[in-house]
């Protein structure tokens, strides 16, 4: 089992910056892909960028060039970069990892990100 620990939420003005923080409770070399999702009020969780184990990126086009998906391994965590933030970034994101080995998704809890000026 892993915990997922988000962090580095709050409110941020229109074009501000942010970072959020992901931290798994153990190693996750048995982790094949971290990633961020989000869901704004009354919409679906949406994907918003998910790393490898390798550090291969994903980032879907709503966001690219805005923000930056990044992992460091040895201390078992993900980050999220986000820049240039927009009114419409406003959601609850949420950590994701994936495990190859154990097939099995885990969460984490989520965290707001509120875009407002």
């Known amino acids: 089992q892993v915990q997922l620990v988000e962090s580095g939420g709050g409110l941020v003005q229109p074009g501000g910056s942010l970072r959020l923080s992901c931290a798994a409770s153990r190693s996750t070399f048995y982790i094949k892909t971290m990633g961020w999702y989000r869901q704004a009020p009354g919409k679906q969780r949406e994907l918003v960028a998910t790393?490898?184990?390798?550090?291969?990126?994903n980032v879907v086009d709503s966001v690219k060039g805005r923000f930056t998906i990044s992992r460091d391994n040895a201390k078992n965590t993900v980050y999220l970069q986000m820049n240039s933030l927009k009114p419409e970034d406003t959601a609850v994101y949420y950590c994701?990892?994936?495990?190859?080995?154990?097939?099995?998704?885990?969460w984490g809890k989520g965290i707001l990100v509120t875009v407002s000026s």
């Open positions: 790393i490898t184990r390798g550090l291969s990126t």
């Open positions: 994701n990892a994936y495990s190859d080995y154990y097939g099995v998704d885990y």
